[in-house]
């Protein structure tokens, strides 16, 4: 009987790992996908010398089908003004478009309840941070 | 009390499994940045070339503004200080390597180590060019500018888990010719 009742406590703990590593891919596999989308929309914004609102509205998209989150909790930051290309024998750092995106990863560990962590401790923000050089021909 | 040694034995390997997991799922996500991080500075470096021979329809890299361009994205997408070292923020551990192969319509390539010219040799259009560090094969037959970083090691928490050296290349070709 003892061992029977150590068994159940045992494999319960066991249970969670299955449930864990399954997390885990899941949140692998909407990150690579961020990452994938955040990749498009830089090289179109590289092309136009900003992150307009059309591209921030696609990329906003994705993220929200991805991550199945609302608008509002989708993060992006970029640079404000348009960039432009460098002229062909000078670099500067002015035509440098800068970007960065975050969207909450809202579950870490699986039954988190069961180890008594609160959900509000058991999410966190994912950024993608990064810059570009503009190919937009000054005009 | 059998169960529970056997219990407490696969509880330690599962947690292992899943140290593991982890590690490898931030390595594949950092090593297709990386590969980002390649193009964009292939890429940046490409924008600067000799405005004269370009009016006379030759494509001959500016290869001091274009180095500037690359060392500055890499620095910059890789979290890296002046000396190349990653800062706190960044995944990286080791000093970052990279080394650039300008091909272009002068006839000759240079090859930059760091940012420091390291060899010069001329060569022709409709060669096969081999990057040996990182198994990087591409057929050069227009201007191109390739990149290879070597990020040294990735993080992995388990002891006994010895990586080698991450090293990404890509090639960035003008076909305008």
Same mark, same amino acid.
């Given at each position: 009987m003892k061992d029977l009742i150590v068994l159940c406590a045992?494999?319960? *703990?066991? !249970?969670?790992?299955?449930?864990?590593? +399954? !997390?885990? /891919? /899941?949140?692998?596999?909407? *990150?690579?996908?961020? /990452?994938?989308?955040?990749?498009? +929309?830089?090289?179109? +914004?590289?092309?136009?010398?900003?992150?307009?609102?059309? *591209?921030k509205k696609e990329l906003i998209d994705n993220l929200k089908e991805q991550f199945k989150i609302e608008d509002s909790e989708i993060i992006i930051n970029t640079s404000t003004t348009k960039k432009y290309r460098p002229s062909y024998d000078s670099f500067t750092t002015e035509s440098i478009i800068t970007y960065e995106v975050g969207v909450p990863i809202?579950?870490? *560990?699986? +039954?988190?309840?069961?180890?008594?962590?609160?959900?509000?401790?058991?999410?966190?923000?994912?950024?993608i941070k990064g810059s570009t050089t503009s190919e937009l021909i000054s005009p | 009390m059998k169960p529970l040694l056997v219990g407490l034995a696969l509880i330690i390997l599962y947690s292992m499994f899943i =140290?593991?997991?982890?590690?490898? &799922? =931030?390595?594949?996500?950092?090593?297709?940045n990386l590969k980002y991080v390649a193009d964009e500075a292939a890429a940046s470096g490409a924008l600067f070339f000799d405005e004269a021979e370009y009016s006379e329809g030759r494509k001959v890299y500016n290869r001091t503004e274009g180095n500037k361009a690359i060392a500055y994205m890499i620095k910059n997408l890789l979290r890296l200080? &002046?000396? $190349?070292?990653?800062?706190?923020?960044?995944?990286?551990?080791?000093t970052i390597n990279y080394d650039v192969y300008y091909f272009d319509d002068s006839k000759i390539m240079s090859k930059y180590s760091n940012g420091v010219l390291v060899q010069e040799e001329p060569f022709e259009y409709g060669f096969m060019f081999e990057e040996t560090k990182a198994n990087y094969i591409k057929y050069i037959d227009s201007p191109t500018i390739i990149v290879t970083i070597n990020a040294g090691k990735?993080? $992995?928490?388990?002891?006994?888990? &010895?990586?080698?050296? =991450?090293i990404r290349s890509s090639g960035y070709e003008y076909l305008g010719r």
């Open positions: 045992v494999v319960i *703990i066991l !249970l969670i790992f299955p449930l864990q590593y +399954a !997390l885990e /891919q /899941q949140t692998h596999y909407n *990150i690579s996908m961020m /990452q994938k989308y955040v990749h498009t +929309a830089k090289e179109q +914004a590289k092309q136009i010398g900003e992150f307009n609102n059309d *591209i809202k579950k870490i *560990i699986v +039954a988190n309840k069961f180890w008594g962590i609160p959900d509000s401790d058991n999410q966190y923000i994912y950024y | =140290v593991y997991q982890q590690d490898n &799922n =931030v390595f594949i996500r950092q090593l297709e200080d &002046n000396t $190349f070292t990653p800062m706190a923020d960044s995944y990286w551990i080791d990735p993080k $992995f928490r388990l002891s006994f888990i &010895n990586p080698t050296d =991450v």
